[in-house]
């Protein structure tokens, strides 16, 4: 920002060239912050703390505050510019035991009808009946992944992209992924699903991985090469690692088997360190335990990354180690 001590001189006020040379710096060096588009942290401290609020009360799936919370999602989807995965809503109601709630779905058209999904889930655990703090924030879980997912979109916003894009807010997740199986099972989205090449489902990302900052996991990185591909492609050194809790079965446990059923490349990326993450469907996994400045750049890395990706270069295949029927 040096031009600003240039004009602290009086001297060149009045002199009109050099005031047009520098508004002409002023406009070049607003265009690169403009086009480098790069997710500033207070965006994605936004998109947690709004998620992860008390107002919230843990968006446990069946509350109003769940409702709140998919129509937060929709509203960011809408200022990204998404267009609807089908019909006239980004909120695609489903039912289960009795029980109404939304799936947030949102597209944005690439040169190809092949798309890359980027999901996580906005629904938590709710709250408890104890003295003191009895909100289940779920600011790790699951309101990281909403950030990430928000963050791409913001990122490609006024991108044009090879690969069609498709975000997925999904809900139930913590009662036994409701809400992703009901949005997979929608016929509706047959047309949108049938185009995915594959899907990051993202899960838990706010706090530091046992591989450092800039690093996540993957599940199920023994059955396809998706994570070999990716870190072929990484982003300012941001590293893929394959998951170290096998035996916690977790490509199993997530949203992204939905997806899996259907043959889709689909897998979990998070940061959680399972062998020390006491806040996990805890009440003090609220915005105290977010790395935000980790989880900007991972967002942007990941951004930048799939930035390198097209339909030419990034077509993973499963192997015959996977298990399609479970
Ligand atoms: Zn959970």
């Known amino acids: 920002m040096t031009y600003l001590s240039i004009n602290e001189n009086p001297k060149n006020f009045n002199n009109n060239t050099y005031m047009k040379k520098v508004s002409f710096l002023i406009l070049i060096i607003h265009s690169s912050f ?3 588009q790069d997710i ?6 936004n998109i947690v ?21 998919a129509e937060y999602i929709a509203s960011e989807f809408k200022k990204d510019n998404l267009d609807y995965c089908f019909g006239d809503s980004y909120l695609i109601p489903f039912e289960y035991k009795g029980q109404k709630g939304f799936n947030v779905c949102g597209i944005k058209k690439g040169t190809s009808e092949k798309s ?17 703090d009895n909100i289940y924030n779920g600011a790790d879980d699951d309101a990281s992944g909403i950030a990430t997912v928000i963050g791409i979109a913001d990122y490609f916003k006024n991108k044009k992209t090879d690969y069609s894009m498709v975000f997925m807010a999904f809900n139930a997740e913590e009662i036994g992924l409701k809400g992703s199986k009901a949005l ?12 995915i090449t594959a899907l990051f489902n993202f899960e838990m990302l706010a706090t530091e991985s046992q591989f450092g900052k800039n ?8 059955f396809s090469d998706f994570d070999e591909l990716i870190n072929k492609n990484a982003g300012n050194g941001l590293k893929v690692y394959p998951d170290p809790y096998k035996n916690e079965q977790l490509f199993y446990r997530s949203d992204n088997v939905n997806f899996v059923k259907k043959k889709i490349i689909a897998h979990s990326i998070s940061t959680v360190d399972m062998t020390k993450a006491t806040h996990y469907h805890a009440v003090n996994d609220d915005i105290k335990i977010v790395d935000a400045e980790n989880l900007t750049n991972i967002i942007n890395n ?14 993973p295949k499963y192997n015959d180690k996977v298990n399609f029927d479970f």
């Open 34 to 36: 403009y086009f480098a």
């Open 40 to 45: 500033p942290k207070e965006r994605v401290v």
């Open 184 to 195: 997979s099972e929608n016929t509706n989205l047959t047309p949108v699903f049938s185009n």
């Open 116 to 132: 890359l999904a980027f999901s996580g889930h906005f629904d938590h655990i709710g709250t408890n009946n104890k003295e003191g």
């Open 49 to 69: 703390s709004t998620l992860a609020s008390d107002e919230m009360k843990g968006r446990k799936f069946g509350t109003p505050e769940n409702d709140k919370a």
């Open 302 to 315: 990941f951004a930048k990354t799939i930035e390198k990706l097209n339909t030419k270069n990034f077509t």
């Open 215 to 222: 690093a996540v996991f993957m599940t199920g990185d023994e």
